[in-house]
């Protein structure tokens, strides 16, 4: 079985900084990371490379900003009242809040509070960054009829409900 639409996948991955080389996360101490394929569960340019590999593989690839979590934009920068984080306990730098927006829910790291006027940045926190991935490929099944027809996996590593 190789992987393609509607198939679950579990696997392995440690997560780099292509620069600087930083380690950012990795799985590998935990449970493998489990995603519907084809359900936009993972950023592109990851699930691009899985398609078409099988149980056992391994590869490095380093996935450019714009096909992970997207380039930084200034656009996503903006200055707001506090009179807008009514309930928000602490108004603070490094604060994540989330706003609705059209697009549905946002969640947004307060960068600066000066006076009554807030610094909120809506970029992914990995945005910008180039990323390399080693990955080693541990499961694929067939999705359920109802993992399909809800976009993600179920069952452990996956949603849970
Ligand atoms: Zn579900």
Do not use: C, W
């Amino acid at each position: 079985m190789t992987i393609g639409k509607h198939k679950v996948v579990e696997f392995h991955y440690t997560v780099s900084d292509a620069a600087t080389k930083e380690q950012l996360d990795s799985s590998k101490d935990s449970e493998p990371l489990t995603y519907l394929h084809g359900a936009n569960n993972i950023i592109p340019g990851l699930e691009a490379e899985l398609d078409g590999k099988s149980v056992g593989d391994e590869f490095e690839v380093t996935i450019a900003a714009a096909d992970a979590h997207g380039e930084y934009s200034d656009d996503r920068v903006q200055v707001v009242p506090i009179s807008a984080f009514e309930g928000v306990e602490k108004i603070e730098p490094g604060v994540m809040v989330a706003a609705e927006t059209e697009q549905g829910a946002i969640e947004m790291i307060i960068t600066d509070v000066n006076g009554d006027q807030v610094t909120v940045d809506a970029n992914h926190p990995l945005a910008g960054r180039s990323l390399t991935f080693q990955v080693s490929v541990e499961l694929i099944r067939d999705a359920s009829a109802e993992e399909i027809d809800h976009g993600h996996a179920h069952g452990p590593g996956g949603h849970q409900h």
